[in-house]
C-alpha cells in the first residue's frame, strides 16, 4: 500500500460527524470499518455502466430559461431508459425530457403544463417557497387533456429542489414512471463555493438521483400501501451501481432520494472495506453555515444532502463504492400483534415499552423480513456508485470553513403544535386524520413562528415529513433510536444533517421531532399549504394534512 493511498485512508475514527477545525481534512486516526458485511461493491464481475451525467438536452438536461417561458408537457416517454413517462420540454430548438431547471434566485419562472396524460396530474416545486396557485397541491389538479399555468419567483436559498406532480392518489404512481425532474437554484453562496473549490457542474459537480424500482412497473397492494413500495433494485441517475472516472482533486455530490419509500445510510468505502469520511455541506435548502465531516447519512425520501469527497490524496487505481449501508429499517408496524421481545426498547429511546410477555424466548425480530422489499429489503447494504480514480491532477483548494450564515429562528415565543403520527381503521394519519383536500385542520396565523412537536409512536415506522411553503430548522430530537442517536452531534439529540434548513425530516419510531418554522409569507391573502409523509404510499393514502395561513 502506497504512502498516498494511507493518507486517503485517514478517516477519523467516529461515527457522529465532526466540526471541521481549521484544516479541511484533519489526521484524526483511523476509522472503524463500517458494518460487518461488505456490501456488494459495484461491478464485482467487471461489468459496470458509466454513471449518467445531463447534458445540454435530453434526459434531465440542464436547462437556464433566464426567465423565458417553458412549455412542459407530461406524457409517455420513449427511450427514457428505465422510465415510462416524464416532462417534455422543447426550448430554442433544443429537446429535454425532465430538464433540470437551473434557476438564478430571484428569477421569474414561468411554466405552462399540459397533460397528455390518461390520469389527473399537477406540478409541486419540492421545496420552493411558492403562493397556493402555484404549489400543485390544494388546488384541483390538472385534468387529462387541460393545462395550468405557474408563474412565481425564485426566492429560496442556492441548492437543489426537485419537481413532482402532486395529485391527491396519484403521486406515487407518478413519480415512479419518471415524472420528477431537478431544480438548482443558484445564489451568492452557491458561486463562491464553486469559486473556492473550482466546482464545474457535470465534471466536478454532480447530482445523483436514487430511485428504487421493480422491473415489473408500479402496482401498489396492500402491503406496499402500509409500508412503501420498494423496488428490488435502486437506480443511481438510471443505471444500477454504474462507476465514475475521477481525477485526484474534490468532487461535489448532490444527492436526492427519490425513492417512493426507501431510506437509505449513505456512506463511502474504499476497496479495502474501510469507511471513507466526506464532508458535509448542504442539506435540503441550502448550504450549512459550516461544513462537518461525517462518516454516514440517513436520507430520506425527498431528502437532499450536499457532500463533497476529497480524492486529491487517492492513486490512481483506488476506488471508493458510495454505497448504502445495513441499518434496522424499524418496521415496527407489522409488529403490532407480534410481542417484539428481542427489541432493546430502552436502547431504541422508546417511552412506553410494550410489556415483554413473562418466560418466553422470543426469536430475534428479523427486521429486514418486516421490511419486505424482496431481493432489496429496505436497511440491507448495497453499492451505489463506483468511483474510479484515474487521472491524476494538480488541484489544491481548501474547503472554506464558512459556507452560509443560518440564523437560528428564534422560538422563545413559539407556540409548540403537537402532531402524532399514527397508525389506525388500516390507514396512515396524522393527529388522527387523513387527508381531504377540503379541510385545513392546521391553522397558523401569519408572521408567527410556530414549533411543531412531531410524535411517531413506537409501533410505526419511519415517516419522513414535509412541508410545503416553508422552510424549517430542527430544534431537537428526543428519545431517537439508538442507530439515530449514535449520529447526533449536539445535546438536542440532532443530527449533522439536522444542521442546514430542511424542508423534509425523517421521524423514527418512538422518536420526537421539534422543528421551528416562521409562517413570514409574502403573498398575500390566505394560503394553503399540506404537511405530508413523502413516503409516497403514505401520502397518496391521505397521511397529509392541510395548512393554513390566515
Ligand atoms: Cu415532494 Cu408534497 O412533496
Ligand atoms: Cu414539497
Ligand atoms: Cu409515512
Given at each position: 500500500m502506497s504512502g498516498r493511498r494511507r493518507d486517503f485512508l485517514k478517516?477519523?475514527?467516529?461515527l457522529a460527524c465532526a466540526a471541521l477545525?481549521?484544516?479541511?481534512?484533519?489526521?484524526?486516526g483511523t476509522a472503524p470499518s463500517a458494518g460487518a458485511r461488505p456490501p456488494d461493491?459495484?461491478?464485482?464481475?467487471g461489468v459496470s455502466t458509466s454513471l449518467f451525467i445531463p447534458g445540454?438536452?435530453?434526459?434531465f438536461g440542464r436547462l437556464a430559461p433566464g426567465g423565458a417561458p417553458l412549455a412542459m408537457r407530461a406524457a409517455a416517454v420513449d427511450g427514457g431508459g428505465p422510465w415510462t413517462l416524464g416532462f417534455h420540454v422543447e426550448h430554442r430548438g433544443a429537446r429535454y425530457v425532465n430538464p433540470t431547471l437551473v434557476l438564478q434566485r430571484g428569477e421569474p419562472v414561468n411554466i405552462a403544463l399540459a397533460n397528455a396524460l390518461q390520469q389527473p396530474t399537477s406540478m409541486h416545486w419540492h421545496g420552493l417557497a411558492v403562493a397556493t396557485r402555484n404549489d400543485g397541491s390544494m388546488i384541483p389538479p390538472v385534468e387529462p387533456g387541460k393545462g395550468y399555468d405557474y408563474a412565481f419567483d425564485?426566492?429560496?436559498?442556492g441548492s437543489l429542489y426537485w419537481y413532482h406532480p402532486h395529485p391527491h392518489g396519484f403521486t406515487a404512481g407518478q413519480v415512479h414512471g419518471g415524472m420528477f425532474g431537478l431544480i438548482e437554484v443558484e445564489d451568492d453562496d452557491e458561486r463562491a463555493l464553486r469559486g473556492a473549490l473550482d466546482l464545474m457542474p457535470g465534471r466536478s459537480e454532480i447530482a445523483l438521483l436514487l430511485q428504487d424500482r421493480r422491473s415489473a412497473g408500479y402496482a401498489a397492494n396492500d402491503t406496499d400501501r402500509m409500508h412503501g413500495w420498494l423496488g428490488d433494485h435502486v437506480l443511481v441517475n438510471g443505471a444500477v451501481c454504474p462507476h465514475l472516472d475521477v481525477a485526484t482533486r474534490i468532487y461535489r455530490f448532490r444527492v436526492l432520494?427519490?425513492?417512493n419509500a426507501r431510506t437509505y445510510l449513505l456512506g463511502l468505502r474504499s476497496a479495502d472495506g474501510k469507511s471513507v469520511p466526506f464532508t458535509l455541506i448542504g442539506t435540503d435548502a441550502g448550504l450549512l453555515a459550516a461544513p462537518r465531516r461525517c462518516e454516514q447519512a440517513f436520507l430520506a425520501s425527498a431528502e437532499r444532502i450536499d457532500i463533497l469527497v476529497d480524492l486529491?490524496?487517492?492513486?490512481?487505481g483506488d476506488s471508493v463504492v458510495l454505497e448504502t449501508r445495513a441499518f434496522?429499517?424499524?418496521?415496527?408496524?407489522?409488529s403490532m400483534d407480534a410481542a417484539?421481545?428481542?427489541?432493546?426498547h430502552e436502547a431504541m429511546g422508546h417511552a412506553m415499552p410494550p410489556p415483554?410477555?413473562?418466560?418466553s424466548a422470543q426469536p430475534a425480530v428479523d427486521h429486514a423480513a418486516m421490511g419486505h422489499g424482496g431481493a432489496f429489503p429496505e436497511g440491507a447494504p448495497k453499492g451505489l456508485l463506483q468511483l474510479r480514480v484515474r487521472e491524476r491532477i494538480a488541484y489544491v483548494a481548501a474547503v472554506p470553513a464558512r459556507l452560509s450564515t443560518i440564523a437560528p429562528i428564534a422560538v422563545s415565543q413559539a407556540a409548540e403544535r403537537p402532531l402524532r403520527l399514527g397508525f389506525a381503521k388500516g390507514r396512515w394519519r396524522i393527529n388522527d386524520r387523513v387527508f381531504a383536500m377540503?379541510?385545513?385542520p392546521i391553522a397558523v396565523q401569519r408572521n408567527t413562528v410556530e414549533t411543531w412537536l412531531i410524535r411517531n409512536y413506537f409501533n410505526s415506522m419511519p415517516h419522513a415529513m414535509h412541508l410545503h411553503g416553508f422552510h424549517f430548522q430542527v430544534v431537537g430530537r428526543e428519545t431517537s433510536p439508538a442507530q439515530v442517536a449514535a449520529?447526533?452531534?449536539?445535546e438536542a439529540g440532532?443530527?449533522?444533517?439536522?444542521?442546514g434548513w430542511k424542508d423534509t425530516v425523517l421521524v423514527w419510531p418512538g422518536e420526537s421531532v421539534r422543528i421551528a418554522i416562521d409562517?413570514?409569507?409574502?403573498?398575500?391573502g390566505e394560503q394553503t399549504y399540506v404537511f405530508h409523509c413523502h413516503n409516497l404510499e403514505h401520502e397518496d393514502g391521505g397521511m397529509m394534512l392541510g395548512v393554513k395561513v390566515t
Open positions: 478517516t477519523m475514527g467516529a477545525p481549521g484544516r479541511a481534512f484533519p489526521d484524526l461493491m459495484c461491478a464485482a464481475n445540454p438536452q435530453g434526459l425564485v426566492r429560496d436559498r432520494n427519490a425513492s486529491s490524496d487517492a492513486a490512481i434496522d429499517p424499524m418496521h415496527m408496524e407489522s417484539p421481545a428481542a427489541v432493546d415483554a410477555p413473562a418466560g377540503s379541510e385545513t449520529l447526533k452531534v449536539d440532532r443530527l449533522a444533517t439536522d444542521l409562517f413570514t409569507l409574502p403573498f398575500a
